[in-house]
Structures are given as structure tokens and as C-alpha cells.
């Protein structure tokens, strides 16, 4: 009895203790930040937001304006609203906003290294990290094909397909090997990675990311997910090690490689960046975007075709008509089908995949629009706010490609196609994404028509989850051969 009593007394004090803080602070800042709604100590806006719709409750608080503050539990966040607020901080004051801010179930693992670090430590090895792109490409797009005319025109989740298909293009750039498919441990590597995508656009996530210092010692699906990561780490971490043995200096076979000669002929330099903690985490972001953002949104894609027929139809004639039956896509006929590429845009814009975008973390005090934002300030650039902007793209919520090309058909860009973020913190992955999702795209058009086993007006385009990712809904697909195609329609 008195043990327990000592614990509640203690658990008492913690809490007296954490809600005092939270008194503080906010009373430090007031005048300084921009208006939100009032918060309560400790647990800030928490009862006013929807977890499962995080980014939809955020936006809801816009009535104060392009730029407004939030307290997601203790922690105060500035929240950017619209293409003109984004730009005007992350272009404009890009030097400022150039930290790369806390995402608690993240920082887990990364821990304060390259990806979530700040732009003057970070840009060395992100900008050899793009290049190395690059110069390796892309992977192939066969397997997926075999893998779809496998399914016979029968009822399946495309998910599966895409995710290994994918994985597999960045596998064989950062490791120099594609897997087997069918392999155990690839298939444990799929799981992990999917589940961690997962869980940060959940419920429980938004919860741990507002009160991670309670919660990370809390049994619960947090704990899955931190197995999950660093899982992820152990497995890459193998595999360095083992290349670390095979190294030839003078023929890097992979991304790894290419970091490992960096890791050499920097380790005399005591500032470098290049180091192996470094390359394991940039591994580690490369593997997990690649993968799951690339097949999300192809997965998306596929389900707006199915959803508009018509669409799906104009696209496979412009596929024929450019490229005939006979050759497979590859990157330089972009400009050739201005309207496959505008049904493209249009999908990342609809599905908005990282509404909240990745958030910032002030590197100085800093004025912005009349305010005074304390060095450390944790900011939210809405990227949802900016794709479905009726100002800019006009009835945002509807499908329609046809936004994406001008009078006489071209394509056109719009300055406020932003999913893959602007400024300094643009997306590492950015270039081999696009390319990804463009061959992906073009290779199962050209391959297949796609078909709905249930009615059209049934299937949903809102995403399950809107957190820090917007998860598209699951959907049952069938593949139809064009040439079976052709053969069913002409009896």
C-alpha cells in the first residue's frame, strides 16, 4: 500500500510539474506568436483536433488566417496556410526555415542525423545523394507486368504488386541487388516499412507525436512501431557491413558504395558529414519514401482510372497513338504525352500524399508577417492547403487533368504543384520519384486495361487516414491484357 501510494504521489508531482511548464511557456510567447485557438495546459488544443483527421482538423482552424498557432499538447506549432505563406517562408526566408523539424516517431531512429538535421550539415551528403541517384537510374518494370498477367483477370489489391515492384527499384540503387520476391526477408523488410508508414497517419500516432515523453514508456502500438524502425536499421545495417568487406574504391557497385568512398577520403576531415551513421539513415529515408510514397500514389493512380473510364480511355489512346503496342515507355517520351503526364499531376495533387508536409524547426528568432517567431519554433507548412487551393486550382476536390494543359493541349505547369515540398528541404528522393512513377504508370497502361468488380459510384477517392500521410483506401482491381482486351470487345 505504500509503495502505491508513493507512485501516485510521484505520478501527482510529474504531472503538476509537466502542467506547469506548459503554463509557462505559453504565457512566455503569448504576443509573440500568431492567434489559434486557447489552449489547455499540457494536453494545448488536443480535445479541438480529430486524430484520425489530423490535417482536416488543422485546416479547420484556418479562420485566423494564412498563419496561426496550434498547440499540439505541450508543444506550440506555427502553422503555414496557402501557396503565398509557404513560399514567402520557405523561399524567402529559406536560411530560416531551413531546419528540418521533430517528428517524434521518427526521430526514434534518425536521431538528430542527416535527414533531420539542420540544411548547413545536411546539404553535403544530400546533394551526393542526389546526384548518386542519378547516375544509377532507375530499375526495370518487368516483373510487375508478369506479375499482374498473372492474376488472369481476376480480383485483386494492386498494393502488394506496387510495393514490391518499387522496393525493388530502390533496392537495386542502394544495394546493387534486386530480391527475390517471394524472399522471406524482403517480404519482413515490406512489412516493416509499411507498417511504420502507417502508424505515423494514425490515431495513435498523432497522439505520440503530441505526447511522445509519456508515451514512448506507455505499452502500446507505439511500441510495435519502434520495433518496426529499428528492425529497418538492423537490416540495413547487415547489409552494410557486409559491403563494407567487398569495397573496391574503383568500382562502386551501388548508392552504398559510393557513400563508403566519401567516408574514406573524408576521414581525415574532422567537420565531415560523411559518416557511417549518416549513410545509414539516409538509407533508411531512401528505402522508406521510395518505396512507399512512389507505390501509394501509383495505387492511387490506377484507382482514378478505374474510378473515370474515360480518362483511362484517352490515356491508352495517347499511349498508342505515341508509342504503338510494340515499344515500352521509357522517360524521354514525357513530353510526348502531354496528357498522361497531366493525369499524373493531377493524381499527386488530388491525393495530397504529405498534407502537413515534413514540419521546420526555426534556426533564429525570426520575423515573419508582422510576428516574432522564437528561435526553435516548430513550423507546419500545409502542402494540402497549397494543392487544394480554390484560388489556384479551381473545385479542387474534382478530378480533372485537363487543369495541367493549356488551350492547345501542351502540358503546363503550375507554380503551385508542390508535393514534393520547395526550398531547401525539397524532397531528397524528388527526381527518381517522378521518373518511378512515370515508367510505372506508362508500362501498366500500355499493358492492361483496368476494370472495377464493383460499381463505379462505390468506390471512394478519400483517403482512410489524413495525418501526417494521407493513406489511400484499399480497392479490389482486375487487369485485362490489351490484347485480350481487344479480342473480348471485337467478338
Not at 503569448?30 to 492567434?35: D, E, M, S
Not at 546539404?123 to 541517384?133: C, D, E, G, I, V
Not at 512512389?294 to 474510378?307: E, I, N, Q
Amino acid at each position: 500500500m505504500l509503495a502505491s501510494g508513493l507512485l501516485l504521489v510521484a505520478l501527482l508531482a510529474c504531472l503538476t510539474v509537466m502542467v506547469l511548464m506548459s503554463v509557462w511557456q505559453q504565457r512566455k510567447s503569448r504576443g509573440k506568436l500568431p492567434p489559434g485557438p486557447t489552449p489547455l495546459p499540457f494536453i494545448g488544443n488536443y480535445l479541438q483536433l480529430n486524430t484520425e483527421q489530423m490535417y482536416t482538423s488543422i485546416m479547420k482552424v484556418e479562420r485566423y488566417g494564412s498563419v496561426f498557432t496550434i498547440h499540439l499538447g505541450p508543444q506550440q506549432v506555427v502553422v503555414l496556410c496557402g501557396h503565398d505563406a509557404v513560399k514567402e517562408a520557405l523561399v524567402d526566408q529559406a536560411e530560416e526555415f531551413s531546419r528540418q523539424g521533430e517528428q517524434a516517431t521518427f526521430s526514434w531512429v534518425f536521431k538528430g542525423y542527416v535527414t533531420f538535421s539542420t540544411w548547413e550539415s545536411a546539404k553535403s551528403p544530400r546533394r551526393f545523394s542526389m546526384a548518386t541517384l542519378r547516375d544509377f537510374g532507375v530499375g526495370k518494370t518487368g516483373f510487375l507486368i508478369e506479375a499482374l498477367r498473372g492474376t488472369r483477370c481476376s480480383n485483386m489489391d494492386p498494393a502488394f504488386f506496387l510495393s514490391r515492384t518499387v522496393s525493388n527499384v530502390i533496392s537495386s540503387i542502394v544495394f546493387g541487388d534486386c530480391f527475390d520476391y517471394e524472399d522471406k526477408e524482403f517480404l519482413s523488410l515490406l512489412r516493416m516499412m509499411l507498417g511504420s508508414f502507417q502508424f505515423t497517419a494514425t490515431s495513435t500516432g498523432q497522439r505520440y507525436e503530441m505526447f511522445s515523453l509519456v508515451m514512448k514508456h506507455l505499452p502500446g502500438p507505439q511500441q510495435q512501431g519502434f520495433k518496426e524502425l529499428q528492425g529497418l536499421e538492423d537490416f540495413i545495417a547487415k547489409k552494410v557491413e557486409h559491403k563494407q568487406h567487398t569495397l573496391d574504391p574503383n568500382s562502386p557497385r551501388d548508392f552504398i558504395d559510393s557513400f563508403l568512398i566519401c567516408i574514406q577520403e573524408e576521414e581525415q576531415n574532422p567537420d565531415t558529414e560523411f559518416t557511417n551513421k549518416n549513410m545509414l539513415m539516409t538509407v533508411i529515408y531512401l528505402l522508406f519514401a521510395g518505396t512507399m510514397t512512389v507505390s501509394a500514389t501509383v495505387g492511387y493512380t490506377l484507382l482514378l482510372l478505374m474510378k473515370y473510364p474515360h480518362v483511362q480511355k484517352r490515356v491508352r489512346e495517347e499511349l498508342t497513338q505515341e508509342l504503338g503496342s510494340g515499344r515500352a515507355p521509357s522517360l524521354g517520351d514525357r513530353t510526348r504525352l502531354p496528357y498522361t503526364d497531366a493525369v499524373l499531376h493531377e493524381a499527386q495533387r488530388l491525393l495530397a500524399l504529405v498534407p502537413m508536409g515534413i514540419p521546420r524547426t526555426l534556426m533564429r528568432t525570426t520575423r515573419f508577417r508582422g510576428y516574432t517567431l522564437p528561435q526553435g519554433t516548430e513550423v507546419f507548412p500545409l502542402l494540402g492547403s497549397i494543392l487544394h487551393d480554390p484560388s489556384i486550382f479551381k473545385h479542387p476536390e474534382e478530378f480533372n487533368p485537363d487543369r495541367f494543359l493549356d488551350a492547345d493541349g501542351r502540358f503546363r505547369k503550375h507554380e503551385a504543384f508542390l508535393p514534393f515540398s520547395l526550398g531547401k528541404r525539397v524532397c531528397l528522393g524528388e527526381g527518381l520519384a517522378k521518373a518511378e512513377l512515370f515508367l510505372f504508370f506508362t508500362t501498366i497502361l500500355q499493358a492492361f486495361s483496368l476494370e472495377s468488380p464493383c460499381p463505379l459510384d462505390s468506390l471512394s477517392l478519400k483517403p482512410t487516414i489524413s495525418g501526417l500521410f494521407n493513406i489511400p483506401p484499399a480497392f479490389q482491381l482486375q487487369v485485362r491484357p490489351t490484347d485480350l482486351h481487344s479480342t473480348t470487345q471485337t467478338t
